[in-house]
C-alpha cells in the first residue's frame, strides 16, 4: 500500500529565505510522486511530479523536490521564498494503476514580509 | 481550454437529505476522480472512473455513489446526509488509462454543508 507523511502541519520563514517543505512516502512499488498546492478557497494545482525519469524534479513558480530512494523522501524546496507562496501544500502517490491518489494531511506555508 | 469545472460552488443541506454534485473534465480527458477534503485535512480518494467504469473506490460507505456520463461529465451522489459529511468535494480529471504517472488535474471544489 502507498501513503505519504508530511512532516509539519505549519511552516512559516521569512521572505527570500528557503522554503523547505517534507514528505516522506511507504510504497511497496516504485513510487509515482506528486506535488501540489492548495490556494484559499481554491483546488489543487499540480507544481510538479515525479516519474523516475530524473531524481531532481523541477516544477512551476521556482520549485523544486528530490526523489531520495535511500531516505523514502521527496522533499520540496524554493530557493528564496516570496509572499505569493503563502498557501498550503500537499504530497501525493499514486498507487501502481494510477487509479488512486493518496494526499498526505498538507503543511500550511506562510511568508513573514 | 476550460479547466474542470464543479457545480454547484456551494451546497447547504440538512441531514438527511441527498445531494448531487457535478464536474466537467477537462476537454479530451476521459478519466474523473472525486475526493472529500474535510477542512485541515488532504483530500481522501471517493471514486475514479474512466470510459464510464468504475475504476477504484476509497473507503467510503455506501451511501456515496457516483456515475460517469457518455460525455465523460460525473455526478457524485450522497445519499441520507450526516454531519460529518461537511467538507469540499473535489473533481480531477485526467486523460485516462496512461497508468500511474496519469495527473490529474482539480476543479475548484464543491463546498458542502451539512446542517
Known amino acids: 500500500a502507498q501513503s505519504v507523511t508530511q512532516l509539519g502541519s505549519h511552516v512559516s520563514v521569512s521572505e527570500g529565505a528557503l522554503v523547505l517543505l517534507r514528505c516522506n512516502y511507504s510504497?511497496?512499488?516504485?513510487?509515482?510522486l506528486f506535488w501540489y498546492v492548495q490556494y484559499p478557497n481554491q483546488g489543487l494545482q499540480l507544481l510538479l511530479k515525479?516519474?523516475?525519469?530524473?531524481?531532481l524534479v523541477k516544477g512551476i513558480n521556482g520549485f523544486e523536490a528530490e526523489f531520495k530512494k535511500s531516505e523514502t523522501s521527496f522533499h520540496l524546496t524554493k530557493p528564496s521564498a516570496h509572499m505569493s507562496d503563502a498557501a498550503e501544500y500537499f504530497c501525493a502517490v499514486s498507487d501502481s494503476t494510477g487509479n488512486q491518489f493518496y494526499f498526505g494531511t498538507g503543511t500550511s506555508l506562510t511568508v513573514i514580509p | 481550454d476550460a479547466g474542470v469545472t464543479q457545480s454547484p460552488t456551494h451546497l447547504i443541506k440538512t441531514r438527511g437529505q441527498h445531494v448531487t454534485l457535478r464536474c466537467s473534465p477537462i476537454s479530451g480527458h476521459k478519466s474523473v476522480s472525486w475526493y472529500q477534503q474535510v477542512l485541515g485535512q488532504g483530500p481522501q480518494f471517493i471514486f475514479q472512473y474512466y470510459e464510464k467504469e468504475e475504476r477504484g473506490r476509497g473507503n467510503f460507505p455506501d451511501r456515496f455513489s457516483a456515475r460517469q456520463f457518455p460525455n465523460y461529465s460525473s455526478e457524485l451522489n450522497v445519499n441520507a446526509l450526516l454531519l460529518g459529511d461537511s467538507a469540499l468535494y473535489l473533481c480531477a480529471s485526467s486523460l485516462g488509462g496512461t497508468g500511474p504517472t496519469d495527473t490529474q488535474y482539480f476543479g475548484p471544489g464543491t463546498r458542502l454543508t451539512v446542517l
Open positions: 510504497s511497496s512499488v516504485p513510487p509515482y
Open positions: 515525479y516519474t523516475s525519469a530524473a531524481t
